[in-house]
């Protein structure tokens, strides 16, 4: 474990900070009434005393593990199902879910946690916070039980599970994962006379032409970070240096390398032509569009499927394809987005043993059919895709392979594995100005990454000398 001292790291993790909207959700907080036995009278025989002495012990109380999450919505109401099924299940374990705001909310909230020790025997964390929990010292890492109970992991996902492993160590334990999928309107499609959906740049950019009528418009894809790492990862490319930062800590952004030119040179063009529209930052306002048939094209996370598909139903039929690749571009794959669990170290061994059998509960394969099922989010475990329900989901919602066939498909490399570094929220918000700036044409697309690497590089510069003092 990496013995870091926050308050040296804290100054620097305020860059972190990404605005994401949640809404607020009602966490499961009810308590458990333990009261102690009633007292009895001792008689004057050594075996009634005995018995006396026994029943006057209060019954033990369960262990109590306070877990932060960021699931607001329906999505929080499937996570208070999965801690109350714990609970019930396991009367040994109190396991009290509390909502604590977008991921950047709970992640700050945990940083001022720390020396009043307040803070949650578990966290939910976005995978881009990784670097900054293993740098704070702050965190057992989940490898630590693996090993000591010899816990089986050969059903984990590989490519989930390996973004969360770093030197050969797992740190966390995969909980809600999802990677971007090109969504399109079928019928739109078969309006223009298109037959498959486009595999390649190119074809993104022909199909937007032709499907750019009247009051509809080709595609639209949101300005977000997400996207711009995806595509890069796709096409084989780091985001940082030194293995993506998982042999060396990173020391350079290399979001201004020609593969990240190329895709946003491709993008630029589409909203030039106006065959693609700009509609902003937020991929809830490409939905809505999306949707409303306004737009034939965008791109979304997996976790957004049902809510799309359920949202066209009477309208139109949606589909759904891999992400698309420059035509010279044959390697890469995607990477997995969403939130791990991670153990706090400044809880007793108790409070950390249950915590991890909180997490145990939560990777069966029973349970993350459900939670898939609920919610959208990949299952961690193969094993989950034997159960029934995921079948029968499969089958209501065919669209839903293409995300699970495209996981899959992903060739490990460290571009798949995905980036790390320290100052991740931060960088990706520099590469949305980066793409403002291009689109709104206050800079070409060479200047306008060239300073954002120059900018997260300093960024990162920063943050790697904070931690190592």
């Not at 030197?167 to 739109?188: A, E, R």
């Not at 998982?246 to 589409?270: D, G, H, I």
């Not at 099922?373 to 989950?384: C, N, Q």
Request: one cysteine or more; hydrophobic letters at 35%.
């Amino acid at each position: 474990m990496i013995n870091r001292n926050w308050k040296m790291v804290l100054p620097v993790a305020a860059m972190l900070v990404l605005p994401l909207s949640a809404c607020a959700s009602n966490p499961n907080n009810g308590g458990q009434n333990t009261d102690p036995s009633p007292t009895v009278s001792a008689s004057n025989t050594e075996s009634t005393a005995n018995a006396g002495a026994a029943s006057t012990e209060p019954a033990k109380e369960p262990v109590k593990v306070v877990w932060w999450h960021s699931m607001s919505g329906e999505l929080g109401k499937a996570a208070n199902k999965l801690v109350s099924d714990f609970n019930a299940s396991h009367p040994d374990i109190k396991v009290e879910g509390v909502f604590q705001g977008t991921y950047d909310e709970s992640l700050n909230k945990l940083k001022a946690s720390m020396d009043s020790k307040s803070g949650p025997s578990l966290i939910q964390v976005y995978e881009i916070g990784s670097k900054f929990m293993i740098d704070s010292g702050a965190v057992t890492p989940v490898q630590q039980f693996i090993d000591e109970e010899k816990y089986d992991v050969s059903s984990l996902e590989p490519n989930i599970s390996t973004y969360y492993t770093f030197d050969g160590k797992q740190y966390s334990m995969p909980f809600n994962t999802s990677n971007p999928i090109l969504y399109y309107n079928k019928d739109l499609f078969k309006k223009a006379g298109i037959e498959t959906p486009p595999t390649t740049y190119q074809e993104v950019a022909d199909d937007a032409k032709k499907l750019t009528e009247g009051n509809v418009t080709g595609a639209s894809f949101a300005i977000y970070g997400w996207f711009m790492e995806q595509l890069l990862a796709n096409q084989g490319k780091d985001l940082v240096n030194n293995g993506n930062g998982r042999e060396s800590s990173a020391t350079e952004s290399l979001v201004n390398q020609e593969a990240a030119a190329t895709t946003l040179t491709w993008w630029k063009s589409m909203v030039d032509n106006k065959s693609a529209l700009n509609l902003g930052r937020k991929t809830d306002d490409t939905k809505k569009a999306f949707l409303a048939g306004q737009i034939a094209m965008t791109l979304d996370s997996t976790a957004s499927l049902r809510g799309i598909v359920d949202g066209a139903a009477g309208k139109f039929e949606v589909g759904t394809a891999f992400l698309p690749k420059p035509d010279t571009s044959s390697e890469g794959g995607v990477v997995v987005g969403g939130a791990s669990l991670w153990v706090l170290n400044n809880k007793s061994a108790e409070e950390q043993k249950a915590a991890w059998e909180f997490i145990k509960y939560l990777a069966e394969p029973a349970v993350q059919a459900e939670w898939h099922i609920s919610t959208g989010y990949f299952p961690i475990t193969t094993k989950a895709y034997d159960e029934q329900i995921v079948k029968d989901n499969l089958a209501k919602y065919p669209q839903f392979q293409t995300a699970v066939d495209q996981l899959h498909a992903s060739k490990p490399s460290t571009a798949s594995q995905g980036a790390v570094m320290g100052v991740f929220p931060d960088a990706r918000q520099t590469v949305e100005g980066a793409i403002e700036e291009v689109f709104s044409g206050k800079k070409d697309v060479k200047a306008a990454l060239d300073d954002a690497a120059k900018q997260i590089t300093e960024k990162i510069d920063i943050y790697n000398k904070t931690v190592s003092k």
